[in-house]
């Protein structure tokens, strides 16, 4: 075979311990092998509602409305940003990190007037300071990213639903990163739509979105309902509102796809959705408790041994992400170096940051299928050795024992 | 396990003879198994490289930017008019079928200034009627479908690219159905963006879109580049036009994230790339030429079968697709009935209809991996049976032998 065809598919077995991408837990990877069916097939509409059956556990919510977005966990994102959000809308965005600023970037394109409440990298707004805005702004909408893996910190969203609903307001939150890893409580925060993806904590690939939205919500984006032209009929009605400006990520149309009319959108990604459906069963077979307990096992054995190698960490431990811990690079190592180092001597990746953490944190990622005792203690020793080796002094050995000790101590 | 999970995936070996998805290639779906790699590993980024390549050689073309759009193909459809047109640019737009609607219903979100060139579904355009449109609407972008697989013809496109450089225009089109079923030449049409799918030609399951990209296309999209916040550096420009109103589906910033550059946009569907990097690979293994001809033979046995059999071919021989092909449903029969027969006697599914074809015509696929003359000649075999139970009157053996007969003639 000619030399531009190249060679098959053989990744190494690298363990991926960053923000994202995680290894795929192999039940998923399995699944992704089974042949396809046809978009209107019965075995396949049955398949598209087992999924939303399953992602309303996932999302802890009774949502009608849970499905997928055909593309990566930034396409749910503006799936749901560009439905709600129409030209002109006023927005109040939270912005504590790159993914709040993604959120306004979206919103930019939308024509949306945006307000944001903007906190340094690593802090998290409070009820009371989101109330404030809300009072000053009185938006339409507004958005907020629940884990952001580029500060490894949660927004607290307890009582948000309430408040916006107070303020006739709909929210919005991104959950890509903590979706599968810890509680995203849909109903029990009362936020309209929640966006989430499988390369994160669902321990599946990156390339669909799951998404929940509440009726409300549904309510609202239907009423900027515009049918194709090739596909109307005398039962299909436009909303009166402006339309929608994608027609890939018009999740009126989406709807419309997944619900008993299946009014022909995009052609489902049959083997996306049979990694997400594969993914939840996964995540409801463990259990919930018991699986966001093992990540919170994961990120305390982490930081312990994180700290026990003299590194300090970034950022408020009462708001840290329990999938993925900021670290400060130590004064005079290369961050790039030992990424490196981590990679060619152990197979094992660590992550980067962005903007004003760039070249300044490294962030280790323990989540979905990888947030494993034994994954974690890997990684831990081997991360010793390489800064051993980088010249940075540390206690030889303390760094595994701190990770296997906490590991087992009580949250 | 609670009955609520639901069981694992176990779909039914299905032949998918409609208008797709087709069957995936075994070797396909083996590769979606291969564990995922983190998105800036050098092994990752070799293999977005690779298929740049593959793709290259798929879309006949010199285009650097020739890259995926992680979406299904329609997505890439997107992709393509809403990083070429900006709000109030004038596009043209052929319109002969379900996805050239669609063109349109994609034009208007973005505010275009929509003029189309309007066949009826089964006619194609004369490079005479698509340069009198030019002069007469002076657009600055034209976009039209290659094969339409709502009509089951081909858009003829030889010399369009040159037609529309006379007059300075930018030109598209739509290739998802017959990209590796027919030659989709891009750089020899001088077509400036062409986009494609994987669950067509291809073999491969949807959920990734091929683009293709000429450069003076690139320099237009570039000069609307608008780089996210959170990864400004001072390396990183902003264009002077308009920006483009997604951002998803921004192919500035997509062939950034596939250039060296590598700048972070959404995380690469991983195991999608793997799938359409396999794809290309079995297409360029077999060879081009001898691809297209195995889907020409496959046509030629679908059309003499369906002949033999006593029924009517929609549209014109001339301009029919290879891939799929149109059928007039007898008077007097069932449309729905015999496509239920089909799939429960035979699990052979075939295709119905969308718009003024809706239950006139069934669609016929022979595509990718099932462009197989076992499965054309089972194919026939169950439509005879279906048929005559159906009530039909047809002489019986005749299809499958007038098939087989065919599958071996000269083109």
Redesign the interface.
Known sequence: ?PD???S???????L?M?P??A??HPRI???????????F?P??TD?MN?TM??YR?VFMTRNRQTLLV??????G??AAL?SLVEPGSKILILNA???G??L???A???GADIRTIDLEWGEVATPDMIEKALIEHRPQIFACVHGDT?TTMVQPLDGIGELCRKYSVLSYADATATLGGMAVSTDAWGIDIVTG?L?KCMGG???SAPVTISDRAADHIFSRR?V????RTDTTADGTRP???????DLAMIMDYWSEKRL?????????L??A??AA?IM??EGLPERFSRHRAASRAVCAGLRALGLRLFGQDAHRMPNVTGVWIPEGISGDAVRQRM?EDFEI?IGTA??PLAGRIWRIGAMGFNAQKAKVLQTIGALETVLAAEGFTLPRGAGVDAALTAWSAQA
């Open positions: 075979m531009t065809f190249f098959q598919i053989n990744p190494p077995q690298r991926l960053g994202g991408p290894n795929v990877l399995r699944t992704m092998a089974a042949d396809v069916l046809g978009q097939d075995e396949m398949y087992q059956a399953l556990q055909n593309g990566t966990a930034r396409a994102i503006e560009v990190g790159r993914f600023l993604l306004s970037e979206i930019a394109r939308i580029s993806g390369q690939p990156p390339g515009h194709e032209q090739g596909l339309r929608i400006a994608s027609n890939y990520l022909n959108h995009h052609t489902e990604s049959t083997t996306m049979y990694a459906r594969e069963r409801l077979e990679r990746e962005f903007g």
